[in-house]
């Protein structure tokens, strides 16, 4: 940790940077409490107390001190400029009604546990929504959804996908689903050569991962105009950049933030794109066979 046992972790829209090498276990209570906080403001700078990870304290007037040519300045430029060509002038409305959100997470996690369902849904919405629990059981009652196992990991019933459907090929239509269209078959172009990346990066020597990050990167270039014309139809989009950025930036000491399907991966965060993409066209992957 810093000094007296408090870390300062940079924030660029809920992607971490640190200004200094941190141990391992400050790392991973820094994130923790990191991601607790969900989607945060353009720039921030945060202490996170040795003593208690979970609290995390707003760091006010530290801007003015950043030294634009230092090593702060470069760690969250790349970013900070991905997190502007993205972000409305605006806030603007969802274009869908919360019972869709929700059902649209359901789709996008795919038998997730409710808490899953609820981070997911607070992702696309861009704020927490207090009454996802109720909208969750209302949803079962409904059988829009269904709940099993343990786990109680929900999935959609075939009424709930044709709802969902229905639904957002509304939204759609009304957003403008000829500039969607269009868009979609841009991504497929960045999508063929990511999965190259990415077969490339599992089934070869994993030496080299700065190399990796930065084919990565450059993915992450690509991918922002195409965002940036969603999120001006669709707002819902705009979480994706600041998660496949969070991925990235982990990546680089841990390879498993590239590819492993139990964290928010870069490979997890662009599957999930991929199939909102899908899901907003009323598609399925077996549609680009």
């Known amino acids: 940790m810093g000094q007296g046992g408090v870390t300062t972790v940079w924030l660029v829209d809920g992607i971490v940077r640190y200004p200094e090498r941190l141990s391992s276990s400050a790392n991973t209570a820094a994130e923790a409490a990191v991601d607790a906080l969900g989607m945060l ?8 107390h040795a003593d208690d990870p979970r609290s995390v304290v707003r760091r006010e007037g530290i801007l003015d001190q950043i030294d634009s040519t230092g090593p702060i300045a470069r760690a969250i430029s790349p970013p900070l400029e991905r997190a502007m060509a993205i972000r409305p002038t605006s806030p603007a409305p969802p274009t869908i009604a919360p019972a869709t959100m929700v059902l649209l997470a359901v789709r996008l996690r795919s038998r997730g546990t409710e808490s899953d369902v609820e981070r997911t849904t607070a992702s696309l919405a861009g704020a927490e929504v207090p009454e996802c629990g109720s909208i969750i059981s209302s949803l079962l009652a409904d059988g829009l959804l269904r709940c099993r196992g343990e786990l109680r990991r929900i999935s959609l019933t075939a009424a709930g996908t044709d709802r969902l459907r229905t639904d957002l090929a509304v939204s759609t239509d009304r957003s403008g689903r000829a500039e969607i269209e269009a868009t979609y078959h841009d991504f497929l172009v960045v999508n063929s050569d990511f999965l190259a990346a990415v077969s490339a990066w599992q089934t070869g020597p994993h030496g080299n991962i700065g190399e990796t990050v930065a084919g ?5 270039d690509r991918l922002t105009p195409l965002l940036a014309s969603l999120i001006a139809l669709l707002p819902r989009f705009h979480g994706y950049m600041p998660r496949f950025d969070r991925a990235l930036g982990r990546s680089e000491g841990r390879t498993e933030w590239l590819d492993s399907p139990g964290l928010d991966s870069v ?8 199939e909102h993409l899908l899901a907003t ?3 399925t992957r077996t549609d680009e066979r």
């Not at 490979?267 to 991929?274: D, G, I, P, Q, S």
Request: without cysteine.
């Open 267 to 274: 490979h997890t965060v662009w599957f999930e794109l991929h």
């Open 41 to 48: 403001p353009m720039v921030a700078a945060v202490e996170i």
């Open 216 to 220: 990565m990167r450059s993915m992450a």
């Open 281 to 283: 066209l009323g598609r």
